[in-house]
């Protein structure tokens, strides 16, 4: 366990290499939940196990939601069934109620990410509920389905940063929700800039302002590169102490209303930025970009669009 | 003039916004200049005035070179007298040799900028001569040309952080030719990242070990972002005292032969980076929105690439 590791390994993943920093790949949630192509069922199973050989710890495999919300993760359970037996790596996944919850442990999910938007306009456009109606879900999720679960809990604050409904959201917004769930003992946040609005200045004053009120919180944020600042709000939340960082393999992931657009923040371009500060991220660069051939090749094959060049 | 910048506002165009970082628009020049397709000159003439309309006081118009090496650059004349009457814009252009410095200052070019790559293979490759000929060649035109022209001098080091054929480039290469333009009293030198491989922790160690050496020179910085690090390399040479970027609009510029590789870092981004640090561009980036606008339809009427979406 590294000391100047702020965000604690609980789920036993520490890799040989000792990583310093906490990247999650969400690629193959994140990343493919927008495409308009299924990929096979095959296809995620070999993404997630060359992610995993790449050295990544930890990786979101997709949300287990109803198959009319998102079709491509209807086969969120053979998915998960095939990448059950890796060894040192946390695989998790979004659940957005009770019943995502416990299907989610049945198939031995080690993270359960839970989201909502801090935004009252966009949770309501994206899951239909107020964030009072999403706290009251998770809540529900802590009480019948987390205990004896032997799952962790990470909760996703989205549109953290900002909002397509009621554009810049203040800090003051972010930590009053912040507050709740660490008073609700929730020890991972993650403060998501969903659209990729954040600013460095915006992202090094919310860092340290959450650090220094919630101690005892790990704090995670989840990039896109809509303006180019992904990878430089990266280098100022570390600055500012975060410890842990969200990528999608070949920055895929833009908003299907917005083709071309960029989207997450690239693994490829985190585990770089990391190598050039001298951070040590355990990941290989070049199985990962190795990865990421094999990614276009599957979206090729699925139809979809090629993820940016790295 | 402020106070705080190293970068002397020489050519008299200070605007009322008294800015604190110059920023340069070169995608005129650098975002045109692999276009397959021929953008009209009255198009161009109209780009450029809108580039200064939305506050740049710094725009490269083209080249001055053969038109069979680079046919986008025929009509550079005719160019340059359609923007010749703009007030408190220094135009500058780039130039090969003496021929293309003449017909430079004839047309009232503020700034003449020579390049050549501090990487051998590249400069052999891209101006078939060794750094050693094109120093020659600067010196002609210091000796030629330069002299009442009333022109200023700028000169730009390619490949400053990497090179295509030699790889990751040493600073004290880039310090080997900086040192004997500067005894040639150049004083305004940008270092190019022409491939955009440069990373914060080299671009941060380049511009302090610059600035130490020769403060009397003002260095500037010319990123792409092939690798999303363009804004996080410019927040990083701020830092380090640099006050002098190009940006293309539209992060128009990338490799023909990489084709949707992303170009220039986007002068869209540099001005809201630099927004977001509080220092002023005296850019207005809304007029910026509106002439990327124009150069995305011109690029449709030309047929070439859109550039990305900023």
């Not at 520490?14 to 949630?29: D, F, H, K, L, S």
């Not at 493919?32 to 495999?61: F, Y």
Request: charged content about 20%; proline content about 5%.
């Amino acid at each position: 366990m590294n000391a100047n590791a702020t965000a604690p390994d609980r789920d036993g993943t520490a890799g040989t290499a000792n990583p310093q920093v906490r990247i999650c790949e969400v690629g193959p949630r994140d990343g493919l939940q927008n495409l308009a192509a299924l990929v096979p069922t095959a296809r995620k199973i070999d993404l997630i196990r060359r992610l995993a050989d790449a050295g990544l710890k930890h990786i979101q495999i997709g949300a287990f939601v109803s198959p009319q919300a998102i079709p491509q993760f209807a086969d969120i359970e053979a998915v998960a069934g095939g990448v059950r037996d890796l060894e040192d790596v946390t695989l998790s996944a979004l659940v957005p109620n009770v019943r995502g919850a416990r299907r989610a442990v049945a198939c031995g999910i080690g993270t359960l990410v839970f989201f909502f938007s801090v935004s009252r306009a966009h949770n309501l456009a994206n899951v239909r509920q107020t964030p009072e109606e999403s706290l009251a879900a998770l809540a529900a999720i802590c009480a019948e389905v987390l205990p004896d679960s032997g799952a962790a809990l990470r909760v996703d604050l989205a549109t953290a940063f900002g909002c397509p409904f009621e554009g810049r959201i203040a800090a003051e917004t972010v930590l009053a929700y912040v507050r709740r769930l660490a008073e609700a003992g929730v020890g991972e946040i993650t403060l998501c800039d969903t659209i990729g609005v954040g600013t460095p200045r915006q992202t090094e004053a919310l860092a340290r302002a959450c650090r220094e009120a919630f101690p005892e919180v790990a704090f995670g944020m989840h990039f896109h590169d809509t303006r180019g600042l992904a990878l430089a709000n990266t280098l100022k939340a570390w600055e500012a102490g975060i410890r842990a960082f969200d990528g999608a393999l070949g920055g895929l992931g833009g908003c299907p209303f917005a083709p071309g657009a960029p989207g997450n923040v690239a693994t490829e371009d985190l585990v770089s930025l990391f190598s050039d500060r001298g951070v040590e991220t355990g990941v290989s660069l070049g199985a990962l970009l190795a990865a990421g051939a094999f990614l276009r090749e599957t979206l090729a094959y699925a139809g979809g669009h090629p993820p940016e060049c790295a």
